[in-house]
């Protein structure tokens, strides 16, 4: 079920509906029944509010997703979170 969510929650923000894609992400959350589901609804989180141009709460979130592809040990999407993390400094023209 929380699987479902995130899916609804990405294609929520693919129609730019980002009010229902962070309540799908959320409700992904509160399901999430291991660290990969969890992983997902926080990315997905994070970049619903990058959409939004809420970059601290992107950050933020990405943060999370990235603490818990590392306790995983999930190369692709420890990347993947950096790729995020990256994009949100170069936006707030934190380039350092």
């Given at each position: 079920?929380a699987d479902a969510y995130?899916?609804?929650?990405?294609?929520?923000?693919?129609?730019?509906?980002?009010?229902?894609?962070?309540?799908?992400?959320?409700?992904?959350?509160?399901?999430?029944?291991?660290?990969?589901?969890?992983?997902?609804?926080?990315l997905g989180m994070g970049?619903?509010?990058?959409?939004?141009?809420?970059?601290?709460?992107a950050l933020s979130y990405?943060?999370?997703?990235?603490?818990?592809?590392?306790?995983?040990?999930?190369?692709?999407?420890?990347?993947?979170?950096?790729?995020?993390?990256?994009?949100?400094?170069?936006?707030?023209?934190?380039?350092?």
């Amino acid at each position: 079920v929380a699987d479902a969510y995130n899916n609804i929650g990405i294609n929520s923000n693919t129609i730019s509906n980002y009010t229902m894609a962070l309540q799908a992400f959320e409700k992904a959350l509160k399901l999430a029944d291991s660290k990969e589901v969890r992983f997902k609804a926080l990315l997905g989180m994070g970049s619903t509010y990058t959409y939004r141009g809420k970059s601290g709460k992107a950050l933020s979130y990405n943060l999370e997703a990235l603490k818990i592809a590392e306790e995983i040990n999930d190369p692709e999407n420890i990347a993947l979170s950096l790729a995020n993390i990256g994009i949100i400094y170069f936006d707030l023209e934190n380039l350092e």
